[in-house]
C-alpha cells in the first residue's frame, strides 16, 4: 500500500517552481504532505481529505484528485528553505486502517540560490 | 503546545546488545505511533496505540522488539537483540482523537540508532 512519489529528487534555482506527485493504488481517505531536513523530524506541511478542497498556504498548495488517487504538491516561486526531503503519507478509506499512514519513498528537493 | 519528545537523540550499540527508547506525545492526544525510517526512505510504521492499547503491530518484529504504553501517556521501544539491519532512525508520532485536526499526526525529533 505504499504509494509512489515522483521525481525522486528535483534541482531548482531560488524562484523556479516544482511539482512532487504521490499516487496509490488504493482507494484513499486523505493525503498529508510532510517535509524533512536531514536530521530533523518531519514537518508536517498539509492535509488534503478525500471531498475536501484544495490547500495552500503561503507558495506551498497541494490538490488531490479523488477519481486517480493521485496529490500533487506544488511549490512556487522556490525559496532556499524549501530544501529537504518531502514525503506523502496516504490513508485509506477511513473505516479500516484507525489513522495509519503509509509513506511513499521520498523527493529530495534541493534549492540553490 | 511542546511537542512530541524522544530520547535519546543518538544510540550506538554493538550487535546482539539492547537498547531502548522514549517517547513522551503531545500531550492530550491518544494515539501514540512508532515509525522505523531507513536511510533514503519513508517512515514505516512499526506499531501503532491508543490510549495504553495496541491497536496494530502486524510490522513489530515481535521475536525482537516490544513496546508499551503502560500509563496511556509515554512509550518505550525496545530491541533485543539488535542486528545490523535495524540501524535506522526511530521516530514516535503522535494524533489527536477528539476535537479539532484529528487527522494530523505530529512527529518527534527522533533517536538515530546505529548497530555496529
Known amino acids: 500500500q505504499q504509494p509512489v512519489q515522483s521525481p525522486q529528487a528535483v534541482i531548482l534555482r531560488e524562484g523556479e517552481d516544482a511539482v512532487i506527485n504521490c499516487s496509490s493504488s488504493?482507494?484513499?481517505?486523505?493525503v498529508h504532505w510532510y517535509r524533512q531536513k536531514h536530521g530533523e523530524a518531519p514537518v508536517f506541511l498539509m492535509i488534503?481529505?478525500?471531498?475536501?478542497e484544495q490547500k495552500g498556504h503561503e507558495k506551498i498548495s497541494a490538490s488531490f484528485n479523488e477519481k486517480k488517487q493521485q496529490s500533487s504538491l506544488y511549490l512556487t516561486a522556490s525559496q532556499l528553505s524549501y530544501s529537504g526531503t518531502y514525503f506523502c503519507?496516504?490513508?485509506?478509506?477511513?473505516?479500516?486502517?484507525?489513522?495509519?499512514?503509509?509513506f511513499g519513498r521520498g523527493t529530495q528537493l534541493t534549492v540553490w540560490p | 503546545e511542546a511537542g512530541v519528545a524522544q530520547s535519546p537523540r543518538y544510540k550506538i550499540i554493538e550487535k546482539r546488545q539492547s537498547v531502548a527508547f522514549w517517547c513522551n506525545p503531545i500531550?492530550?492526544?491518544?494515539?501514540l505511533y512508532w515509525y522505523q525510517q531507513i536511510l533514503g526512505q519513508g517512515p514505516k510504521l512499526l506499531i501503532q496505540?491508543?490510549?495504553?492499547?495496541?491497536?496494530?503491530d502486524s510490522q513489530l518484529p515481535k521475536d525482537r522488539f516490544s513496546a508499551e504504553r503502560l500509563k496511556g501517556v509515554d512509550s518505550t521501544l525496545k530491541i533485543q537483540p539488535a542486528k545490523l539491519e535495524d540501524s535506522a532512525v526511530y521516530l514516535c508520532?503522535?494524533?489527536?482523537?477528539?476535537?479539532?485536526?484529528?487527522?494530523?499526526?505530529?512527529f518527534g525529533p527522533g533517536t538515530r540508532l546505529t548497530v555496529l
Open positions: 500531550s492530550g492526544h491518544a494515539t
Open positions: 488534503l481529505l478525500k471531498g475536501g
Open positions: 496505540f491508543q490510549n495504553n492499547g495496541v491497536v496494530d
Open positions: 488504493k482507494a484513499l481517505y486523505s
Open positions: 503519507g496516504t490513508r485509506a478509506d477511513r473505516g479500516s486502517t484507525l489513522g495509519r499512514l503509509y
Open positions: 508520532a503522535s494524533r489527536k482523537v477528539s476535537g479539532e485536526d484529528t487527522d494530523t499526526q505530529y
